[in-house]
């Protein structure tokens, strides 16, 4: 790579690596250290190919999707956090409201399986189509909407206080809804 792509990768990389981040935390379920090496492995496979790459921001995403495809697929162990005390959970009254949300969200979402986390991210957060989510997968848009509807009706079942705390309209997750589990860095 020369010193002028060098330069357009840096600038890349300080530029729209939040939002990338929060992305693959997301796909990570939640982990920010599995999202940042999630997020690392990509760029590193994006700088290899910085000169042919045309659209930066698509190519990593799609590096970040078929690397969280790969993980749910090698057969591994699932790691489980142990804290010592579960944290509390506010009243809300203090603008801890948003914060409660985030921490139940982020709990429903790695009770989910890796597949259902990730159609739900690329569905929701990153407001994709169902048939672009299913050519990312590569599978059919048939699948894409059954894992979806699955994924919703565990996420229903495994924390039923989204409903009351989102509102009215917190029945079906949005991007306004997911967009609530980032990591701040």
């Known amino acids: 790579m020369d010193a002028a792509g060098q330069e357009s990768f840096r600038e890349f990389v300080s530029n729209r690596s939040p939002a990338l981040l929060k992305t693959a935390v997301l796909l990570s379920g939640g982990d920010r250290h599995a999202g940042e090496d999630l997020l690392q492995n990509a760029l590193i496979k994006a700088a290899g190919r910085w000169g042919r790459i045309d659209e930066p921001e698509a190519y990593v995403r799609q ?11 090698l057969k591994g162990r699932r790691r ?29 979402l790695s009770r989910l ?6 159609v739900l991210v690329l569905r929701f957060f990153e407001d994709l189509p169902e048939a672009d989510v299913a050519r990312l997968l590569g599978c059919s848009v048939g699948t894409v909407r059954s894992t979806t509807h699955r994924s919703l009706a565990r996420l229903r079942a495994h924390a039923p206080e989204l409903t009351a705390l989102g509102g009215p309209g917190a029945e079906q997750p949005s991007s306004r809804n997911l967009a609530a589990v980032e990591v701040r860095p």
């Open 80 to 108: 489980e956090l142990t804290v010592a005390e579960p944290p509390d959970r506010g009243s809300g009254t203090d603008g801890a409201g948003a914060t409660e949300l985030r921490l139940l969200m982020r709990e429903a």
């Open 113 to 118: 399986t890796a597949r259902q986390r990730t």
């Open 63 to 73: 590096i970040l999707y078929r690397q969280q495809v790969s993980r749910w697929r």
